[in-house]
C-alpha cells in the first residue's frame, strides 16, 4: 500500500509564501512523475505543477513565475514552493504519484488526502 502525507498547508496574506511538502511510504518499486494539483470550491481539480523522475517541470500560465515544484527522490518527496499568493490561490492542494508497484506492476496514480491553503487578509 502506498500512501502520500501532504503537509504545510495553512493561511497566509496576500503576496505571502507557503511551502507544502508530500512524503510517499509504503512498498513499491519506483515513482514516475509526481505533481500537485489543487480544488477550489465549486471548480475542478486542475493541475498546479507537475515533475518528472528527471527533474522537467510544467507549470500552468496561472502560476508560472510564482511556484517552483521540486522533489528528494532519496526521501520520496515532492515539495511546492509558493510565492506571490493570491487570494485566487485558495483551494484544497492535492499532491499525484505515478507508482510503479514492481517492474511489471503499474505505474499507478496515488493521491494525498489534501491540504487547505487560503490566501487571504
Known amino acids: 500500500q502506498v500512501q502520500l502525507v501532504e503537509s504545510g498547508g495553512g493561511l497566509v496574506q496576500p503576496g505571502g509564501s507557503l511551502r507544502l511538502s508530500c512524503a510517499a511510504s509504503?512498498?513499491?518499486?519506483?515513482?514516475?512523475?509526481m505533481g500537485w494539483y489543487r480544488q477550489a470550491p465549486g471548480k475542478e481539480r486542475e493541475l498546479v505543477a507537475a515533475?518528472?523522475?528527471?527533474?522537467?517541470?510544467n507549470y500552468p500560465d496561472s502560476v508560472k513565475g510564482r511556484f517552483t515544484i521540486s522533489r528528494d527522490n532519496a526521501k520520496n518527496t515532492v515539495y511546492l514552493q509558493m510565492n506571490s499568493l493570491k487570494p485566487e490561490d485558495t483551494a484544497v492542494y492535492y499532491c499525484?504519484?505515478?507508482?510503479?508497484?514492481?517492474?511489471?506492476?503499474?505505474?499507478?496514480?496515488?493521491w494525498g488526502q489534501g491540504t487547505q491553503v487560503t490566501v487571504s487578509s
Open positions: 499525484n504519484a505515478r507508482v510503479a508497484i514492481t517492474n511489471l506492476l503499474g505505474p499507478y496514480d496515488y
Open positions: 509504503g512498498m513499491f518499486f519506483s515513482i514516475n512523475d
Open positions: 515533475i518528472t523522475s528527471g527533474l522537467t517541470t
